[in-house]
């Protein structure tokens, strides 16, 4: 290559800091494992992170935190490393601004129920439906916390999950009938509902009502009702507290370093890096997405990144805001809050039906001083709009940003009273820069009737020693998913290696 570079052995390498990939590096770091983890950004956590910018605290994105409950991966992650990530819990966690109307997405079960059919109607047929979600969402939460090794790659995986599951496949049947199909059977025939869980399901599942399996769709559509929490400080505090572990289990955590290639050789894996460093390790484990892999491969390798890339292109990128207002707010207001366009409003470079507005909790001084308030705003955009611009990008940014704060004045609560003190925007384009994910897609693969629940790039890679977790890799979407996917790939690396002395 024309320059030196230094040769750095290791045991196992983690190729991005995300939440899957942390996850998998604590666990082996507890163990004893030698674990480096090598992150492009500036800073950890990837999508589930925070940035300073101007005096203040966003974050990477609009985004709520689940995960704590029982059954729940965030708690078991919590359990298993003996730690506690700073969090404050948010009840109610959401609200809907719907046709003039404000629906409050209530933790309660009973209390949501009450809701929807006092803003929906068809009371009896809303019982119904929302119980038959919430039975199939924790079946699926414990489902999936004891089966580790899904999707099976080998005859002794698939006896385990029979063996595990003799009474819970009675749900199985949700993986082929989609959530508006659910919905109608109920005896549900509203179309604002129908409307409405569309918008619930894009910021959770990223696919509408007719396109999500009921058994996917379930806890996407549930996830409100499960225990929200805000993290004081920002996502970053989480994601600190779980490096902090890693650092000292003896494993490293080094941002700014970003991945150039992966080669394999007979001794396992080289890993070159922006930092001209070569690391040797005999396991890789990557939480990039397989649009990214095929970009840093060759070979054999290379053709089954681009084959697994090619079955997903279609994937959602974000325009995300930053905006900064004086603290103006009714205090017990929900912190996020989700704004259902009405029919025509277009937005240029937007391709979903709503508009998410997330808050900094009032009192939340590191993030923003006395009187003021931090804002992260997130809508759906499908990346090539925004990198086939070119000449007109900034216009049509600027454009976008305008017809959002002006959405956001008429329908948010108290934010047509605030001075705005700081706003920016990021597009796709954006986002393929600062988290180094092609094309800037964000939110993993959308959910689709047409996808079989084994059809999932598996965490095991036809590769010996190379691995792969994050939300390209099952479950997918969201800090609980992806945090999942980093307790898959360790426990699918544990029943490969169970015979490995610990050093």
Known sequence: MGMKTKRITQEI???????????????????????????????????????????????SGATTLIGFDENQPLRRLEDELGISIPKTELNPSMSVHMNGNTITRWQDRRKWIDEAASQFGEKAAQIQFWEKAFDISDVVWKVSGRNPLFPPVSNSDWLALFRNNPLDARILPNAFKSVKQAAIDCGLSNQDFFRFLDEQLIISAQSLSHET????????????????????????????????????KGGRVLVKEKVLSIGQDNEGYNVFTSKKRNYTASKVISNLPVWNMENITTGAIQEYFKDQASRYEKAWGAFTMGVVTDDVYDKNMTLHHQIVLNDGAEIPGLDAGSVFASFSAPGDHQRAPEGSRVLNISAHAYPDFW??????????????????????KERLPGFGNS????????????????????????????????????????????????????????????????????????????KNYKNKAVH
């Open 13 to 59: 390498i983690v190729i991005g800091a995300g939440m899957g990939g942390l996850t998998a590096a604590a666990l082996l770091a507890r163990d004893g494992y030698s674990v480096t983890v090598l992150e492009a950004a500036h800073v950890a956590g990837g999508c589930s992170s925070s940035y300073y910018r101007k005096g203040y605290i966003f974050e």
């Open 387 to 408: 990198f086939g611009l070119n000449g007109d990008y900034e216009a049509v940014k600027k454009r976008t940003e305008e017809k959002i704060l002006k959405i956001l």
């Open 213 to 248: 399996p009921f058994i996917f769709g379930a806890p996407a559509i549930t996830y409100t009702n499960y225990t929200n929490y805000s993290v004081p400080g920002g996502l970053l505090e989480m994601v600190k507290k779980i490096t902090g572990y890693i650092e000292s």
């Open 419 to 494: 001075e705005i003190k700081l706003a920016f925007s990021a597009t796709p384009v954006s986002w393929s820069n600062w988290v180094y994910r092609k094309k800037g897609r964000v939110g993993g693969i959308p959910q689709s009737m047409a996808r079989s629940l084994l059809d999932w790039t598996p965490n095991q890679t036809p590769f010996q020693g190379l691995y792969l977790c994050g939300d390209t890799v099952y479950p997918g979407q969201g800090i609980p998913g992806v945090t999942l996917s980093g307790f898959n790939v360790y426990y699918r690396f544990k």
